[in-house]
């Protein structure tokens, strides 16, 4: 059952009249936020989970400046794509925009469900990252953070150790290793083991509850 588009709120300006309590256009479904980097994989992973080709996969970062909203049918729930912060020709301009923007879209949006923090499996969180992890847990969302391209990591010892830098750096943070899901969009790996926590509303946070 492929997903399906809903929306698409372009600005600051379109925000009034599309909530309304609970609801995004009319539709109960709680919300996903995929947030992360431009060009991390938000996209592709929309795309995969959602088995259709509904958002635009670009190799060229800082496309998306709008909020997609899909329909995650098999799930019951939507899936807010945002845009992406922090590709090399951002300036401080474009930084308080989306600041202002995504700001502007929370305090709307009555049925945020949960964040996912998209991260390169490759790389980990940068500055911006961690800047944006906190701008969420200061929001009270919470976060779930998915490694994307985990495809690009070849050997069990690359995989190993970058879980452990990760693992080391979000503990500071304040989160465990099951806050963390590994994923390809290009392998499909990891993504069962996503969608499951996603259906069940159990993440690694809540699972010794
Ligand atoms: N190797 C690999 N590349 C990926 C994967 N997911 C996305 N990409 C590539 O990364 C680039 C950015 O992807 P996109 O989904 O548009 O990122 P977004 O800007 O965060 O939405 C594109 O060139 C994708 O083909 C993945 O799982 N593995
Ligand atoms: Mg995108």
Redesign the pocket.
Known sequence: MPGEFIVTLGDVSNIPGMFEGHFLKGRSEPRIAMV?R????????INALLQARL?Q???E?GK?RAIHFYLWKEMGKIVADLP?YGYARAGHDERDRWARFINAYLKEDGNLERAMV?LDARHGPTELDLEAIGFLSLKGIPVTFIM?????LKTQSDRARRSKEVNAVLKDMGYGPKDVYWV???SKDGLKTLTRAISVGKYGDEEND
């Open positions: 992360g431009s060009n991390v994989g938000k996209s592709s992973l958002a996969v670009s190799k970062p998306t992406g998209l994307t391209k985990f495809d690009a390809s969009a290009t």
